[in-house]
């Protein structure tokens, strides 16, 4: 895995850089602001992501360790490739994604070209509670987080015996499959009676 990179720039693009790293030239995916920052010759460091596919590896290069960690959270949402979660990057700083996570504002990731309504409320869903410590850097979960909707079911669920896992994919599954209520209790109902028939994997998942 290429992690990261510290080279200097060879080429500039509007939506990536190339690298020179010993001699060899690495091609890097990322936001705009990085061609508009740099000049060729210029030293640059990377953190980046290597995504294997079939018929291609693309590297996607980030600034900061927050920006990867988000980047990293995003790919992970059902939905959503990387390109998609590069152009989250592109328009919302770590701090207003971590922002409309916890507040459930899914208004902010609608307006990034390549995603839909409803992959804009996945990402808010099944994000939540996971942006405070391991990508914004807080020692603990903040309390914001704490008290978003969907955070508060997963934790519920937690507290009934279901692993983190099958909960927030439980609560994941209820949003998707069409306007989630506006009020805890009514959304655990449902989450609830999405897991009655998946109770073996309790506490396990």
């Not at 190339?18 to 001699?23: I, P, S």
């Not at 850097?137 to 997963?154: F, H, K, N, T």
Request: net charge negative; no cysteine; glycine share 12%.
């Amino acid at each position: 895995m290429i992690s990261s990179l510290r080279g200097s720039v060879l080429h500039l693009g509007s939506d990536s850089v190339v690298v020179d790293v010993g001699g060899v030239g690495f091609s890097v995916a990322v936001t705009p602001d990085i061609p508009r920052t740099y000049h060729v010759g210029d030293e640059i460091v990377l953190h980046t992501n290597l995504v294997v596919r079939e018929d291609s590896l693309s590297l996607f290069g980030f600034e900061s360790r927050d920006q990867l960690g988000v980047f990293l959270l995003l790919i992970g949402v059902t939905g959503v490739g990387p390109k998609s979660a590069l152009g989250v990057l592109a328009s919302l700083s770590v701090e207003q994604v971590a922002e409309a996570v916890t507040t459930e504002d899914d208004a902010p990731f609608r307006r990034v070209s390549g995603i839909g309504p409803k992959t804009a409320k996945l990402i808010v869903v099944q994000l939540a509670g996971k942006l405070a410590a391991p990508v914004v850097g807080a020692s603990a979960p903040a309390a914001g987080a704490d008290r978003s909707l969907a955070g508060q079911v997963i934790a519920a669920l937690v507290a009934l015996g279901w692993s983190e896992r099958v909960a927030a994919d439980a609560v994941s599954q209820v949003v998707a499959a069409g306007d989630a209520p506006g009020t805890v209790p009514a959304l655990l109902k449902l989450a609830l009676a999405h897991l009655g028939p998946a109770r073996s994997e309790r506490s396990g998942g």
